[in-house]
DNA sequence: TTAGGGTTAG
């Protein structure tokens, strides 16, 4: 509808100087007026203020506004509308909206700037500047909430964040004021973009210009640069928020401590988690849950679980995920189901992430009945599985072989109306090739390819190429390879060279893979360790000792080493007295204590 | 009555 109307609304001004002359009275008449023909619950919702308001009520209480005689003010359905787009269903605020234009209700400056900020969010900008077109033709000026929440409309967009700076520049020019959320904005738009200096650099400026930078604004640097593993320069701003004299709280505290368990700093973690106490800071269920799914590995996550129960920080679903999640990667199974049937007494509901943990656990322990059975359980409590669900479940099914069980599946999520994603296309497609269907596999790429709008990934291309390359034929899977080069939209990465390179030595074809290990070096993806393992094998195999012996100079002047299976065919080539002990030395230290113990009998 | 926004799980 917004996008044939334009917006109308009376240009007057609704607070008259008289009026408000006359203070309470006149004050208490309205209200009266404001609120005559709706029901006592609503005047009751209304009057407190629409807190803690469900969506549902908040959408009859519009319709009862819009239907009782007189209406209610203008400032009534603007607190409506704002109270929903606090709810983040910018979508119903715009329908509403348009809603209000229908029935005549006249827009104002708030109401605009609330629809501008929806449309914003929704990513909808030409819309969002119509109205804020329309709103200044009807003589209201755009104050800075309006303009802030246009920035926030350039930098959410995928491609307009230059013009997210340009428009900082335009508002100072035009003599506005930018303030703490002008540039919170802009520096959350910097980081959604990846621009980490240029955001760090703004929060200098801030600074410079005489801005005082709020915890917000160190907030979000601090968790752009944690995200990013530039964890010192967190613990430097850290630093400077003390210099200036401003305390970190436990939210900036516990994004530190998680930016630097998740990049292998846990002691540093640890330590800060004691700074913290010390200054007084209590830790929050916020900090316990991050650390206890940092440090899963370790006992350590059962002890800070016990000891947030001690302190009486409650768990949440959150806290249980992780510990869920923890047993599960541990392969301790039985435990992540007590851990699940404790929350689930303790009243905390599990959600369907919960369920894909467990699920998850049991399929990649080959208990695919077990895990069919919690997706059961889901049911049962009236929650139905998402993507990530029935991919975990296909996946699972095809692990043990079982393609029928893992086909049934994939036709339930699509009769159930779950959308499959880019993942269920890979999971399909790798699990038909890994059980020796490589035709139903090449059926269904081709029709992803020339009859559905899925965008494939190189993941996709890498596994036909391997599927192909194991069904020994490499020439399918070099055109396949080519066809990539040549339509460019797929960029081949290591792992399709190494699945290649890997095709063709399986064929006995080393020229070519060495030839095309040439063109990686040259203008390709930089060769990992698979890369080096693969070929040096392959040189061994055919007796080549010099060109081997080269690579694995090469591959040790790269950092990597010797894999488990090379070492091993060293190994066996040592034993039959078709290699030198020399060899072995050169691939890498660890390798040397398999030369001090006994040849087996390979 | 309007705006931004920092922490945790698959």
């Known amino acids: 509808m917004w996008r044939v109307m334009v917006i109308s609304s009376t240009p007057k001004r609704f607070v008259h100087r008289s009026l408000v002359q006359r203070g309470n009275f006149y004050g208490f008449r309205c209200w009266i007026r404001a609120f005559s023909g709706l029901s006592d619950d609503y005047r009751e919702i209304l009057r407190s203020g629409l807190r803690d308001i469900k969506l549902d009520d908040a959408v009859d209480l519009f319709g009862e506004m819009a239907k009782s005689r007189p209406r209610p003010s203008i400032i009534e359905f603007s607190k409506l509308l704002s109270a929903i787009a606090k709810m983040k269903k910018f979508d119903v605020v715009i329908s509403l909206g348009e809603k209000m234009q229908m029935l005549g209700i006249a827009h104002n400056d708030y109401t605009y700037s609330i629809l501008i900020n929806c449309f914003c969010r929704r990513s909808e900008l030409s819309f969002a500047l119509a109205i804020l077109g329309k709103m200044m033709k009807l003589g209201y000026k755009p104050d800075i909430v309006t303009l802030n929440s246009l920035l926030n409309g350039f930098c959410r967009h995928g491609k307009r964040i230059s013009d997210a700076v340009a428009l900082v520049d335009q508002m100072v020019e035009m003599g506005y004021q930018p303030n703490t959320v002008t540039f919170n904005t802009l520096i959350h738009g910097l980081f959604l973009h990846n621009r980490v200096s240029e955001a760090v650099a703004l929060l200098e400026r801030m600074v410079v210009k005489g801005y005082q930078p709020d915890l917000i604004t160190y907030g979000a640097v601090i968790n752009g640069v944690c995200k990013r593993g530039h964890t010192d320069l967190a613990l430097n701003l850290l630093k400077k928020m003390e210099a200036e004299r401003m305390e970190a709280d436990v939210v900036i505290y516990s994004t530190i401590m998680d930016g630097l368990c998740k990049h292998k700093h846990v002691n540093d973690a640890l330590d800060l988690f004691s700074e913290m106490e010390s200054k007084g800071i209590r830790p929050d269920v916020y900090t316990y849950s991050s650390l206890i799914s940092c440090l899963w590995k370790l006992l350590e996550a059962e002890e800070l679980y016990e000891e947030m129960i001690r302190r009486s920080i409650d768990p949440t679903t959150i806290t249980y995920g992780s510990l869920i999640n923890g047993f599960c990667l541990q392969d301790r199974l039985e435990e992540a189901k007590q851990m699940f049937a404790l929350m689930v007494s303790k009243g905390c509901l599990p ?221 066996n080539m040592l034993c039959d007295g078709r290699l030198h002990k020399s060899f072995l030395e050169m691939l890498s230290s660890s390798a040397r204590e398999i030369v001090e113990q006994p040849c087996s009998d390979q």
């Open 351 to 571: 959600d369907v992430v919960i369920y894909n943990t467990l699920i998850n656990g049991f399929c990649k322990s080959k208990r695919v009945d077990d895990a069919m059975e919690l997706f059961h359980g889901m049911s049962r409590r009236g929650m139905s599985g998402d993507t990530v669900t029935h991919n975990t479940l296909i996946k699972g099914f095809f692990q043990a072989g079982d393609c029928e069980n893992a086909q049934q599946v994939f036709k339930q999520m699509v009769s159930a109306g779950v959308p499959p994603d880019t993942m269920t296309c890979n999971i399909l497609l790798d699990g038909f090739c890994k059980n020796g269907r490589l035709e139903k596999a090449l059926v269904i790429f081709q029709d992803l390819q020339q009859k559905s709008e899925m965008a494939l990934n190189i993941v996709t291309y890498n596994i036909m190429i391997e599927g192909m390359c194991k069904a020994g034929k490499v020439e399918d899977a070099w055109d396949l390879f080519n066809s990539l080069c040549l339509k460019g939209v797929v960029k081949p990465d290591v792992v399709t060279y190494n699945t290649m390179i890997s095709g063709f030595c399986g064929k006995g074809l080393k020229q070519e893979a060495d030839a095309l290990f040439r063109e990686m070096k040259e203008d390709g993806p930089l060769p990992n360790d698979c890369t080096y393992n693969t070929l040096i094998r392959a040189h061994l195999r055919d007796g080549d000792k010099d060109s081997s012996a080269e690579l694995i100079k090469e591959m040790r002047s790269r950092g990597f080493c010797g894999d488990a299976s090379t070492i091993s065919l060293v190994g």
